[in-house]
C-alpha cells in the first residue's frame, strides 16, 4: 500500500472547496491521482433528494409507537409471533404461503414490504404480506375505525378481482356483493359474472353474499364456495344496490343450505391469502349463517344500509348520494374524506333512524369527481332556496362548506364564487351579499291613495308611490286623508324617486294633517331636491283616492 | 454533537425517552435517508429503510448491543447492513428512479437520458465495493464530512480512512470502467 499516495490524496480532496480546484495542484505526471479526484467528483455528483416530510414523519411515528409498546411490555414482535403460532397451526399449503410471507415481512422490514405489498392483486406472491397487513390493522382498529376499515377492505376486494378479471389472470379472490340477477348458473354479483352451476337455490335478488372463487379467462368467477351473509329486508328487496348490513359482523358458522356432503371443510374465518391456495370446486358450496336477527323485546342494533352512488347534492345537513337523502351531522363533517365532492363515486353506510330517515356514518370515495373548475359572477339574486339560489339567472348548490357574507335577500346584489364540477353543477364557494347602495327617507305627509301593495302619500307637493310588502312593518289604521310618518328607501338600483320601498309606516290619524306636519320634516331635501308637485295621479284599479 | 452528548442522549433513549428518542430521530434521520437514497435511487424504499434503521435501534438497545465507539458510525453501519439484506433478496436489478429524471437546477449540460443510465452505473458499481470503502465515500463525498468526523463516525483512524478512501476510489474507477462502453469516460 502507497500510504503516501492516500495521504496526497486525502490532501487534494480534503474541502477542495475552499482552496483551488485539486486538478490544479496535481503534477502533470501524477495521471493516477488525478483521475480517482475525478472518480470522486463522479461520487459527488449522486444526488440525493430531500426527504418527503411525511416519508420521515411516518417513520418517527413507528419508532416512538415501537417504544411506547416496549415501554409497557407489548410490542410488535409479539404480535408477530401470536401471528406466527396462529399461521403454523393452519393446514398447508396455505400455512406455508402465509408464513413464507410473514418471515418475509420479519426480515426485510414491516414497512416496505407493505409499501412494496400494497399493489399486490391475487396471485401475486406479496398478496399474502398485503392480506397479512391487513389483518393486523382491523386488530389494531378501535371499534369505531374498524368499521370502516372493514368497509374499505370489502370495497378493495371487489376492486382487486375486478383489475386480475381484467388481466384476464385465473387467481382466488374472495368479495362480498349484492345478488342482482340469475341467468341459469351465473348470477349477476354486483359487477361480477359468478359461474355456480345450475341447480342452486332461488336466493333473492338483492342478497349479500360472499363469493369464494377463482377467476377465469372468460372474465367470469367460478364460485367454490358462496355464503349468504344477509337476505334482503321486505322493503329493501326492491332495491338491488343496497346492502342491509345489520348483520355484516364476523362470520363463523356456516350452514348449507344444499349438498352439505360437497361442502368443503374450510372455515369462513378470514385467512390472509387463502383464496389464492386452495382448489376450484366442481359446485360451489351455497352455504349461510344462522339468522341472527334479534327476537321481539331483544334490544336491537340499528340497521345499517350499505350503498355506492354518486354523490349529487351537498346541503348543510343532507347530501343526496345515489338517489338517496342522507343525514350529515358535525361530527361526520369534521373527519370526512375531502374528496368527497359533488360528482365522486363513493360507497356509504347509513344508519336507518326510527323514523326511516337515513344518517351517514361511513364514507368511502371509490372514484373521484375529477377536478372542478372555479368560477366567479356577479348579479342579483333571484330566489333563495336553502339548498339553490338563483344568481344572474344561474343556479348554484348552497353546500355546508358554502361561505355567504352579508344578509341575503332577493333583489340584492351578490358576488359568487363557485366551483363547476364535471357534471356541470355549480356549488358556492363564498357567497358576498352586497348591501344595496340605497337612499333613506323620513317625512310626515297625508294618505293620497291605498292599494293592497301600494300607497301614495304626500310629500310637500309631490305625491309618492310607497311600495307595501313583507318587508313594510305597518303600525295604526291606515285610511286616506289619515297622517302618516313615512320610513323608506328607494329601490336598489333605481334612481327613481317618486317609487320609494315603505319600511315603516305609522298612521297617526285620519285627520287632515296640519301645514307643519304635511309638508313634514323632510330629512334630507337634498337627496330629493325642492319637491314637485307631482303629476295628477291617475285612478288606477284598486287606488281609493281622496274623494 | 459531541461524542459524550451522543451518549447522553443514546442513554436516555435507553430509558424509553420518546422525547430523546426523537430528538435522535430527527437529528440523525434526514442524514441516514441520504445514504440510502445515494445507494438505492428509490425515495420510497430508502424511506422504509430509514424507518428500519432506527426501529433496529431500538431493539439493539434492548437487548444492549449497541455502539462502542460512534453512534451515527453506528446507524450508517445498521443501515448499510439494511442494504445488505435488501439487495440480496431483491435480486436488485439496476434501476432509474424518477427523480434522477429531474434535471438539475445548475443546469447539467449532459442529456437526462444519458446522465441518468450514468448515474444508475454509478450506484451499481459503488454496491460492489467492500462495505468499508463504500461507507466511506458516502460520507466523504455523500455527507460531504471531513476524513476526521468520517473517521469518528466509523471507529478508524484518520489515516485508515485515508487509505480506505484511497483504494475505494481506485476501485471504483476499475468498476466504472468495467461497466462503461468503449471510449466513454470513466
Known amino acids: ?547 | 454533537m459531541t461524542s459524550d452528548e451522543e451518549r447522553l442522549l443514546f442513554e436516555r433513549a435507553k430509558q424509553s425517552d420518546e422525547a430523546a428518542l426523537a430528538e435522535i430521530y430527527d437529528r440523525y434521520s434526514p442524514a441516514v435517508y441520504r445514504y440510502l437514497y445515494r445507494r438505492l435511487g428509490d425515495e420510497v424504499v430508502a424511506e422504509d429503510l430509514t424507518a428500519q434503521v432506527f426501529l433496529q435501534m431500538l431493539e439493539a438497545i434492548h437487548s444492549h448491543n449497541t455502539w462502542e465507539t460512534s453512534f451515527s458510525g453506528w446507524l450508517f453501519r445498521i443501515a448499510h447492513n439494511l442494504l445488505a439484506d435488501h439487495f440480496r433478496r431483491s435480486a436488485r436489478r439496476p434501476t432509474v428512479a424518477l427523480s434522477e429524471l429531474i434535471p438539475a437546477k445548475d443546469g447539467d449540460p449532459v442529456p437526462i437520458a444519458e446522465r441518468s443510465v450514468t448515474m444508475d452505473q454509478l450506484r451499481e458499481a459503488i454496491n460492489h465495493l467492500k462495505p468499508d470503502q463504500v461507507e466511506v465515500l458516502l460520507l466523504r463525498f455523500g455527507e460531504g464530512l471531513s476524513h476526521a468526523e468520517t473517521s469518528r463516525i466509523l471507529g478508524k483512524s484518520e489515516g485508515a480512512v485515508k487509505v480506505i478512501q484511497f483504494r475505494a476510489l481506485r476501485a471504483l474507477r476499475k468498476e466504472l470502467a468495467v461497466q462503461a462502453p468503449e471510449g466513454s469516460f470513466v
Do not use: C
Open chain 1, 1 to 547: 500500500m502507497n500510504f503516501s499516495a492516500a495521504s496526497r490524496l486525502a490532501e487534494l480532496l480534503e474541502q477542495p472547496e475552499r482552496h483551488h480546484a485539486p486538478e490544479a495542484r496535481l503534477e502533470p505526471d501524477d495521471r493516477e491521482l488525478m483521475d480517482l479526484v475525478a472518480t470522486s467528483q463522479r461520487v459527488r455528483q449522486l444526488q440525493s433528494v430531500p426527504p418527503a416530510p411525511d416519508g420521515l414523519r411516518r417513520g418517527r411515528q413507528m419508532l416512538l409507537a415501537e417504544a411506547r409498546q416496549r415501554a409497557t411490555g407489548r410490542s410488535h414482535s409479539r404480535d408477530w409471533r401470536a401471528m406466527l403460532a396462529n399461521l403454523v397451526a393452519m393446514p398447508v399449503p396455505r400455512a406455508a404461503v402465509a408464513g413464507a410471507a410473514l418471515v418475509a415481512v420479519l426480515a426485510m422490514g414491516g414497512g416496505w414490504t407493505a409499501r412494496a405489498s400494497a399493489q399486490a392483486l391475487p396471485g401475486d406472491a406479496l398478496y399474502a404480506v398485503k392480506r397479512l397487513g391487513e389483518e393486523l390493522r382491523l386488530r389494531a382498529a378501535d371499534p369505531a375505525e374498524r368499521s370502516l376499515l372493514e368497509t374499505q377492505l370489502q370495497a378493495r376486494r371487489r376492486e382487486e378481482a375486478l383489475a386480475v378479471l381484467a388481466l384476464r389472470r385465473e387467481a382466488g379472490v374472495s368479495f362480498e356483493d349484492t345478488l342482482l340477477g340469475r341467468h341459469g348458473g351465473v348470477w349477476q354479483v354486483g359487477q361480477f359474472k359468478v359461474r355456480v352451476g345450475e341447480e342452486q337455490p332461488d336466493l333473492p335478488v338483492g342478497s349479500l353474499l360472499r363469493v369464494i372463487g377463482r377467476t377465469r379467462s372468460d372474465g367470469t368467477v367460478m364460485a367454490r364456495q358462496v355464503v349468504l351473509l344477509q337476505a334482503p329486508a321486505a322493503q329493501a328487496a326492491a332495491r338491488t344496490d343496497e346492502v342491509d348490513m345489520a348483520e355484516a359482523a364476523p362470520r363463523q358458522v356456516e350452514t348449507d343450505l344444499i349438498n352439505p356432503e360437497q361442502r368443503r371443510t374450510t372455515s369462513s374465518a378470514r385467512t390472509p391469502g387463502a383464496e389464492g391456495s386452495t382448489q376450484e370446486a366442481a359446485t360451489p358450496t351455497i352455504a349461510s349463517q344462522p339468522d341472527s336477527r334479534p327476537a321481539a323485546g331483544q334490544q336491537t342494533a340499528p340497521r345499517r344500509v350499505r350503498w355506492e352512488g354518486r354523490i349529487t347534492t351537498k346541503r348543510v345537513s343532507v347530501w343526496t348520494i345515489g338517489g338517496r337523502d342522507v343525514l350529515v351531522d358535525d361530527a361526520f363533517l369534521a373527519q370526512t374524506d375531502a374528496g368527497a365532492t359533488v360528482g365522486a363515486r363513493v360507497m356509504v353506510e347509513a344508519v336507518v333512524l326510527q323514523d326511516g330517515r337515513l344518517k351517514l356514518v361511513s364514507l368511502v370515495v371509490l372514484e373521484s369527481a375529477g377536478e372542478p373548475v372555479a368560477e366567479e359572477w356577479r348579479g342579483p339574486i333571484q330566489s333563495i332556496d336553502p339548498a339553490v339560489w338563483v344568481v344572474s339567472g344561474v343556479a348554484v348548490r348552497i353546500s355546508s362548506g358554502t361561505r355567504i357574507e352579508g344578509l341575503p335577500a332577493v333583489g340584492k346584489t351578490a358576488q359568487v364564487r363557485a366551483l363547476r364540477y364535471p357534471d356541470d353543477s355549480l356549488e358556492a364557494t363564498h357567497i358576498t351579499v352586497e348591501e344595496p347602495n340605497v337612499t333613506r327617507y323620513q317625512w310626515t305627509g297625508t294618505i293620497k291613495a291605498l292599494a293592497a301593495d301600494r300607497w301614495q302619500v304626500e310629500w310637500g307637493e309631490r305625491t309618492i308611490t310607497l311600495l307595501i310588502g313583507e318587508h313594510t312593518l305597518l303600525e295604526g289604521l291606515p285610511a286616506v286623508g289619515a297622517i302618516v310618518d313615512v320610513e323608506a328607501e328607494s329601490i336598489p338600483g333605481q334612481n327613481d324617486d317618486e317609487v320609494l320601498l315603505a319600511r315603516v309606516l305609522s298612521v297617526r290619524s285620519s285627520s287632515p294633517p296640519s301645514q307643519d306636519s304635511s309638508t313634514g320634516p323632510a330629512p334630507e331635501p337634498d337627496q330629493l331636491g325642492t319637491p314637485a308637485r307631482p303629476a295628477a295621479v291617475a285612478s288606477q284599479g284598486g287606488w281609493y283616492e281622496r274623494p
